[in-house]
């Protein structure tokens, strides 16, 4: 029996921390190699898990000062079949190392979980695709078919949740959808977006929601933005229109450079740390109902404890 899987508490008032740029700060922070972004392959030795541990424990820390509810957030971005085969993973291999992430979410959320402080636990998906550049675009079918290994992974597992981030085109984000849903496991889909607000493929984030919704009857639980700053989508947020209620996490850069410019960065650009807190707190007063707050590419926990300064103890 999962915990939350049927009720999922930031679907309520209370708010929800989760954790920075997971790849970025192990490589450019850590100096870990991660080829092809894979932090699953930390999962196949201790010294990698103990890394992961650590890592998540941190977060977990500014969620408890901040008196947060915490969702542990899969390092399981880059563990589909693609990748996998990329980086020599047989799918039975995949299956696992799938199933071992979630696991050792279970043995973090059991050190930090309390009365005060529920803790999440998701299994993250990732685009089949490069994340900037959405390149080759599957069917529905077939991206209903190639996400469905870690959907079953993750629905066979302690998960409460999957959360499918950086998605850049409509029928992967509908095919991912159907997966989950025949899955029966709650979804927070997550776009991504360029300096213009609008996906890699050109749609607004409003026809992008309404496509998604109208094609699987509201199927994402919620939905989410990641892997872009904030002066790139605001204005697109900025309206009051009712579809804007179907938001309720944001997971952005640290940089205000775009997908091409990060592409082709040699050195981590972090951004201002304060100044994300800030703009954080000005998307919340926007969209008020926004409970999910994290990061992404170059992020790390000084950015995550201005998000908790400006967006909770000044709440």
Sequence with gaps: MTKYRSKLPQMHDQLFLTDGGLETTLIFQDGVDLPHFASFTLLKDKDGRDRLRRYYQRYAEIARAGQTGFILEAPTWRASADWGAKLGYSKQALIKANADAIFLLEEVRATCQSADMPVVISGCIG????????????????AQAFHSLQVHTFANSEADMITAMTITNLPEAIGITRAAQAARMPLCLSFTVETDGRLPTGETLRTAIETVDNATGHGPVYYMINCAHPTHFTQAVAGGEPWLQRIRGIRANASKCSHAQLDNATELDAGDPIELGREYAQ???LLPWLTV???????????????????????
Excluded: K, S
């Design 127 to 142: 685009p089949r695709g490069d994340g900037y550049n959405p390149a080759e675009i599957m069917g529905e079918e077939e």
């Design 283 to 285: 998307l919340r007063e």
């Design 293 to 315: 707050l994290g990061g992404c590419c170059g992020t790390d926990h000084r950015h995550i404890e201005q998000i908790c300064e400006h967006c909770v103890t000044e709440a």
